[in-house]
T-cell receptor, first 114, second 117 residues
């Protein structure tokens, strides 16, 4: 199994809503990542989890709250988002969080904030 | 300052043509890795290749080939006999530092390749 599965694939939410994005991998990887990708731009790293602990937060606003319940799951809790937060949110995993290892990406959640 | 430059924002070719995607990088590290990822319309980034700074051998994988030249800081990607399924956005990325905690990637701006039948 070489897949990273993200749900939902599409999400429309209002600025007062609370929603969560989910990511799952069963490759035994110990590093998981959240990226944000705006249209026609490259992905931007948001968070890195290593061995279920948050190791990197790229100065992401607190309205984005990551959670890693176990080594296979990664969530991104969303609250009070702004329309400019509309983007493709990509989850990725890699065997470890260092050493230039390649990452495996999910198909992403296309988020629209209205 | 942008460290990975993909000067071609869009390329359009007809099926069976060869196409080369350019990537120029900038780094002060002696140890670094270069990557190519493919992003089809479905959204996921698909890993294509990783090359470290000490290995300048060119690589071929089926219709794909990569030309790494440290002298010009380039890591170009060629698709031979392109197919419609090659249509995607292709990202070149740089990973710097001896260990690179967090596997931080610096992406280029991407090149959108359209292969027409």
């Amino acid at each position: 199994d070489t897949e990273v599965t993200q749900t939902p694939k599409h999400l429309v939410m209002g600025m007062t809503n609370k929603k969560s994005l989910k990511c799952e991998q069963h490759m035994g990887h110990r590093a998981m990542y959240w990226y944000k990708q705006k249209a026609k731009k490259p992905p931007e790293l948001m968070f890195v989890y290593s061995y279920e602990k948050l190791s990197i937060n790229e100065s992401v606003p607190s309205r984005f709250s990551p959670e890693c319940p176990n080594s296979s799951l990664l969530n991104l809790h969303l609250h009070a988002l702004q329309p400019e937060d509309s983007a493709l949110y990509l989850c990725a995993s890699s065997p470890r969080s260092s050493g230039h290892t390649e990452a495996f990406f999910g198909q992403g959640t296309r988020l629209t904030v209205v | 300052a942008q460290k990975v430059t993909q000067a071609q924002t869009e390329i359009s070719v007809v099926e069976k043509e060869d196409v080369t995607l350019d990537c120029v990088y900038e780094t002060r590290d002696t140890t670094y890795y270069l990557f190519w990822y493919k992003q089809p319309p479905s959204g996921e980034l698909v890993f294509l290749i990783r090359r470290n700074s000490f290995d300048e051998q060119n690589e071929i994988s089926g219709r794909y080939s990569w030309n790494f030249q440290k002298s010009t800081s380039s890591f170009n990607f060629t698709i031979t006999a392109s197919q419609v399924v090659d249509s995607a956005v292709y990202f070149c990325a740089l990973s710097e530092g001896y260990n690179n905690a967090g596997n931080m990637l610096t992406f280029g701006g991407g090149t959108r390749l359209m292969v027409k039948p």
